[in-house]
Structures are given as C-alpha cells and as structure tokens.
C-alpha cells in the first residue's frame, strides 16, 4: 500500500511539472494560430484553456494536450473574412460579424463530432496503415521545424525581414543553449522535465543579462495584439442575437464545420494512435471524439476560436513524464491562470527558448529509421510514406491521411486481385472440381470469372470454395452469375463450403439455388460482413 501511494505522489509531480511545461510551451503557439485565423490572441488562449480543461477530464487519452491548432486556423481564415463581409451586406450593416460566424462554427462542428463519437467512428483510426503513420510524423516534424523558422523575424515598418547580425546570433545561442539543456539534463536527472529546466534557465539569462530578444510579449504586440492580460471567459449572449437561425447561416457555417470537425477528429486520433505507441497503452477514440466535439461546443459558447489535439505539446508532455489526465488539466488551469495573473511575467519568457523546445519535439518526432528502411520495405509503401509526407507540408493533414489511406487500400486491393486461384480436377464420374483458392471480392471477380470454361467443361461441374473467403457482394454476385451461365447450357453445377452469410444472400436472390448448394459439417463460419469484431 505504502509503495502504490509513493507511485502515485511520483506520477503526480511528474503530471504537474509536465503541465507547467507545456503551458508555457502553449502561449505562443494559441496565439500565433490566433493572428493566423485573423482573431483577437485571447480568442485563441481561451480555446486553448477550455479545449485542453475539458478533453484532459473527459477524452480518451490520458496525456494527450488540446486547443487551438494551426490546421483548423488556416480554415477559419476565410470563414472569418466571409463572415465579416456578409455582416457588411445586411441590412443593418454589422462589424466584425465573422467572428460571430467562426463561435457558431464552432459549435456547429462539435456536434459534429460528439455525433461522431457517438456512431463510433472513432475505431477506423485503427485501420491506418503503418506507412500512412510514418508519412503522418515526418511530415508534421517538417511543419513544425517550419512553423518556428518565422520565429527568427522581426516586425519592421508592418514587414516581417529575418534577423541578422547580433540579433541572430543571439537567437540562435540560446535557441541551442536550451536545447543543450534538454539534451544533457536527463543524463543527469529526470526528477524535473529538461523542457521546464530550459525554459526557465534561458528565461532566466535572458532577463538578469539584459539581452534585447524578442519574447512572448513582444510577439504579441508585434502580431497586433495588446498583450497577454484578460479576464474568464464569458458567455456569448450575441450568438443568439447577430447570427440568424435560418437556413442561408445553415448553408453558410456547414461545409467550414464539416471541414473543421474532420480535420480536427483526424489530427486528434492520429495523435492518439501515435502516444499509444509511445506510451504502449491504448486510448479510447470513440471517447475522444465526443470529448473533442464537447470542448468546442462549450468553447464556442465561451468565445474560442475552437481546436482539437497538439501534436507538439503532447510530445512535449508524454516526453517530460505526463503521462495521466493530471498533467492536462494542470496545464489547462495553468494557462489561465497565466492570462489571470501572471502575463507580465510570461511576457517576459524568451521566444528563443520555445523555439528550442519545439525543434527538440522535432528531432524527436520524425522517424529517422525511414532513411534506413526506405530502400528494404515494398516499393508501394515507400511510396505511401513520402505521398503522406509531401502533402501533410504542402497542403494539411486531413487531405494527407485521406491520401496514404486510399493509396494503401487500392495497393491491398490490387494485390489480392491477383491472388485468386482455380484448382481442377476430374473425380471418377467426370465431374469437373474447381477448388478456388484466394478471397473473393470486387477486385479478384474478372480473375475468378476467367477461370472457368462454361462451353467447354463437362455436363457435371463441382466449385470448391473451402480455401476461398468471399468479402463482399460483388462476390456473391459474380458467384450467382456464373450458376446462371451453367444452367443456361443445361449444365449441371453444384457449390460446396460456403460459409452460412453466403448461402443465405444467394438463396435471397433466387430461391433457386438451393437446389445447386451442398451442405456438409465442414462449412466455413466467416462472415461477410465482418462487423462482428468491435474496435474501439
């Protein structure tokens, strides 16, 4: 007893110090995709806050951090700026009106998703392939390791220029100055995340040396915000009353919902599926999804600009020892109190020293065994893994997954077309036997149906089918299409081992071919449909 008490006040603080780490780790980052998707800072942290609160309570995977992403901030552009234009066009012309349409959005896509969830759709993530999940990580190291290149600018007259000469030099020093520290800390000890140690080391230089770098609250007021200073959020009471509930808002606010709602379940249970991996358990995704789709109701409500998981500050927690819910609500509250209470002194933290997490995130991130199994691995799937790469960088991750996910399944489907077989053979009483051998399905039907020669086979003709699966209807179909071309020569067929689901489709398409099936103990008990197995 005393042991499992000691384990947990272990697991406590290691929640708690890695909850203090990604707080930090996640000011820049809500409201850069702020500025991004053209809305107030705040509008991001508060989505950050209420997303990360309440997907760290009630989501499906313990560790793994929420809020405001730059997936969903790059579809909410548009949204805002159309938003803001039909507010324009009424009749009693209204300001800012796209950020009224971004918090009905939101709360449009979270019904969406806890919808989702609710259906279980959440148990298809399983079905990504392996290549799919190499592709997806080496290719969100890449944006992120972009993403903090813009970090090394600065604002002059309105533009963005790089810096350069001691500016520079300076960034870089301590951007590789906290990663030295979390590169060389664990070696020494891991009772306090490397991430923290560095930040608040770099931080600390920084402050007491008088260095001019830019900081957090530089890259808020230079991006146009005021700084980091606001209240709780509050309850928009104006939802009711500036958006219309009509059908033209409906057809307006859908397709960016359905559009957010995707790519925010597909970010959120990849991200899943990659700390299963990290930490060996499994997550929930179905639980996700409905917690996904709850925070951003809430949210959109309270004034978020909504969001779903952070690869990079889940890496962040799971890799300084957050491994339970703890570890999220902390930096949930964290957070909060940060905009509460302490933004002068966030302010105050080093851009440099966020960067040099994040780029420690990439390095650990991408899978650098893909160079040395590149050139072993099937060519196909080589090739899935750099599509899956190239388009997470150049488009977005959703249109990525879908990709590699339909490459993959043609790939499959491809390759067992080809493996469909016929054996034969003639018994005693000149009875043709053809022992089909492989799956049978909408890919293998032209290969199975060439195997047989209807005007040329004897008057007695026996299909096999105990080394065969058939996978769906076009299978079933093509086996009742060949029983009609041998009864319309006046040919005699007969069909052995088919599995019950099989026999009972063909004998609901035609009642007459019960007379050609053969029952025997030996049967198959598949499925055609094999929705018997439940994944969560």
């Known amino acids: 007893m005393v042991e499992f008490f000691k384990q947990k006040a272990a697991n406590s603080k290691d929640d708690i110090l890695s909850g203090l780490t990604v707080a930090l780790a996640l000011v820049p980052e809500a409201v850069a995709f702020a500025f991004v998707a053209g809305v107030d800072p705040l509008v991001g ?179 146009g915000g005021a700084g980091l200073k606001g209240g709780l959020p509050t309850f928009q009471t104006q939802l009711f009353s500036m958006v219309p509930l009509n059908l033209e808002t409906i057809k307006f606010i859908l397709p960016y919902a359905s559009i957010i709602a995707a790519i925010g379940l597909i970010e959120s249970l990849m991200t899943m599926n990659l700390l299963d991996e990290i930490t060996e358990t499994r997550g929930n995704g179905n639980r996700e999804c409905m917690a996904q789709g709850a925070a951003n109701i809430v949210t959109g409500f309270f004034g978020g600009m909504g969001g779903c998981a952070m690869i990079g500050q889940s890496l962040i927690n799971v890799k300084s020892g957050g491994r339970g819910r703890l570890s999220g609500i902390i930096a949930a509250l964290t957070l909060l109190a940060f905009i509460l209470f302490a933004s002068p002194l966030i302010e105050q933290v080093p851009i440099a020293a966020l960067v040099g997490v994040m780029f420690m995130v990439v390095i650990g991130t991408f899978a650098w065994a893909t160079f040395g199994i590149i050139n072993k691995i099937p060519r196909t799937d080589a090739f899935v893994i750099l599509l899956v790469t190239g388009l997470t960088v150049m488009f977005d991750l959703a249109i990525a997954v879908l990709a590699g996910v339909i490459v993959s399944a043609l790939v499959f489907a491809w390759k067992d077309a080809k493996l469909i077989r016929a054996r034969k053979s003639i018994k005693d009483d000149g009875t043709k036997v053809y022992e089909i051998w492989g799956p049978l399905f909408f890919g293998s039907i032209s290969t199975f149906n060439s195997k047989f020669d209807v005007h040329e086979d004897p008057q007695s003709i026996e299909i096999d089918f105990i080394e065969s699966r058939v996978a769906d209807h076009s299978g079933i179909e093509a086996i009742s299409n060949l029983i009609a071309k041998y009864e319309n020569v006046g040919k005699s067929i007969k069909l052995k081992h088919l599995s019950d689901d099989c026999i009972t489709l063909l004998q609901r398409a035609d009642s007459r071919f019960s007379a050609v099936i053969i029952r025997d103990i030996d049967d198959p008990r598949y499925y055609v449909v094999t929705d018997k197995v439940k994944i969560e």
């Open 45 to 223: 942290l508060y989505a950050a806050f209420m997303i990360g609160l309440i997907t760290s309570i009630f989501g499906g995977r313990p560790g793994m951090i929420s809020g405001a992403t730059g997936a969903l901030a790059v579809v909410m552009v548009s949204l805002v700026k159309d938003g803001n234009q039909m507010g324009l066009d009424m009749v009693e012309p209204i300001q800012n009106m796209g950020l009224n349409y971004l918090f009905a959005t939101v709360v449009l896509a979270g019904v969406l998703q806890f919808l989702a969830g609710v259906f279980k759709f959440g148990k298809f993530v399983r079905l990504i392939p392996h290549p799919v999940m190499m592709g997806f990580v080496n290719g969100l190291a890449i944006v992120i390791f972009m993403s903090q290149l813009g970090m090394f600018t600065q604002k002059i007259d309105g533009e963005s220029v790089w810096l350069v000469g001691s500016a520079l030099f300076t960034m870089i020093g301590l951007v590789v100055l906290t990663m030295g520290i979390m590169y060389l800390l664990p070696k020494l000890t891991t009772k306090i995340p490397a991430a923290l140690a560095a930040i608040v080391a770099v931080s600390a230089i920084a402050i007491f040396g008088g260095l001019d770098v830019s900081t957090v609250g530089s890259f808020i007021r230079d991006g």
